[in-house]
């Protein structure tokens, strides 16, 4: 068996002939995490995000960030990062992060709007901290419900029925 040497896999053939097939690149690499975020949902008030991020990769994640950004009528109205402390391989976990903005409840801003569309945009490992082995699945979009309309104020009021009769 003269001559090259490879690492891979060697089959043996009839008659004696060797077939040396190189591995593939993937085989020798550590194993990595791929980050994935999605189903999210928003809460009851409208001022938190539900979602669940999911370790899809063959390898552990350590601690990353997730960012939370809102764009409403064309603009940034608010941004924060919220942070994990990891997933291993194959791990799901759900996370509920506040909606940060800029000057105020997120409602009331909401109204404000008055129907303009506002969206939240999740991004996990936004400084690339985690070497993944898919980077293009790391962001969500999510669409905000409309705002609800305020509850009329109910008040019990006492009152007694006359005996007078």
Known sequence: MGGIRRLGLRLLLPAGLVLALPMPAWAGEPARP?????????????????????NLGAGGAGPFEV???????GRVIGTALHAVPGLAA?????????????GGGVTALLR????????????????????????????????????RAQKPALRMIAWKRSSSR
Do not use: K, W, Y
């Open 34 to 54: 791929n980050l994935v975020l999605g189903p999210a949902v928003f809460e009851e008030e409208g001022d938190r995000i539900r979602v669940v991020i999911q």
């Open 67 to 73: 960012r939370v950004t809102t764009r409403g009528a």
């Open 90 to 102: 194959g791990e799901t976990r759900d996370h509920v992060f506040p909606i940060s903005l800029f």
């Open 112 to 147: 404000s709007l008055a129907g303009r569309c506002c969206v939240s945009e999740l991004e996990v490992d936004p400084a690339g901290e985690v070497e993944e082995s898919d980077e293009a699945d790391n962001r969500l979009r999510l669409s905000h419900p409309p705002p």
